[in-house]
């Protein structure tokens, strides 16, 4: 049974760039959820998708935007990088039911230059 | 917006010490979910808690949710190497809001 998977799992981008990043959920899960993690803090939510659509979304530019497949795969695009977008991406899925705990993959190190 | 409040910010313990972190709220909160994030890794899902006062324990992990739904405790009782990691409180329904989390290191 696989888990959630990321790829890639490092990237090196300069200023300006712009990156996508997948990630597949964990079988069963429908729902994926897109975290970002600077070095030292919290999780902060970018956004959640679930049937395609994204369903929640949080305080995040929109220079950041998503997709999800209908295989429950997903996407993050982030536009114009920023030195400041340097994060760990997350990803996490669920099975979309309200309070539903949250498996994460490994992420995504994103270094820009 | 709804925020959580995560101290400490650090703690180092000796092998064996007890270890407490807690989660604040300035609101009611529907749930507080725990995860654990070990050096390099990624959050690993531990426990939800949704009642008002409930308790609930893990082998040495106790988790309390406060009866006013707005703090959560996670005690830890004699600690041991392969409890090292960040312990992050989160809630939500589909929009989770993590704390800052707090960096345990065990000292054998």
């Known amino acids: 049974d696989a888990g959630v998977t990321q790829s890639p799992t490092h990237l090196i981008k300069t200023r300006g760039q712009q990156v996508t990043l997948r990630c597949s959920p964990k079988s069963g899960h429908d729902t994926v959820s897109w975290y970002q993690q600077a070095l030292g803090q919290g999780p902060q939510f970018i956004f959640q998708?679930?049937?395609?659509?994204?369903?929640q979304r949080g305080n995040f530019p929109d220079r950041f935007s998503g997709h999800q497949f209908p295989n429950y795969s997903s996407e993050l695009n982030v536009n114009a990088l920023l030195l400041g977008d340097s994060a760990l991406y997350l990803c996490?899925?669920?099975?979309?039911?309200?309070?539903?705990?949250?498996?994460f993959g490994n992420g995504t190190r994103l270094t820009v230059t | 917006g709804q925020q959580v409040m995560q101290i400490p910010q650090y703690q180092h313990v000796q092998e064996g010490e007890d270890f407490t972190t807690y989660c604040n709220s300035s609101t009611t909160l529907s749930n507080i979910q725990w995860y654990k994030q070990r050096p390099g890794g990624h959050p690993v899902f531990l426990i939800q808690l949704v009642k008002s006062g409930e308790v609930k324990k893990q082998k040495r992990l106790t988790f309390q949710f406060g009866e006013a739904k707005k703090n959560s405790s996670l005690h830890i009782t004699a600690t041991q190497t392969t409890d090292v990691g960040t312990y992050f409180c989160g809630s939500g329904t589909y929009k989770y809001i993590f704390g800052t989390g707090t960096r345990l290191k065990v000292l054998a």
């Open positions: 996490a899925s669920s099975t979309g039911t309200k309070n539903s705990p949250l498996h």
């Open positions: 998708y679930y049937e395609e659509e994204e369903r």
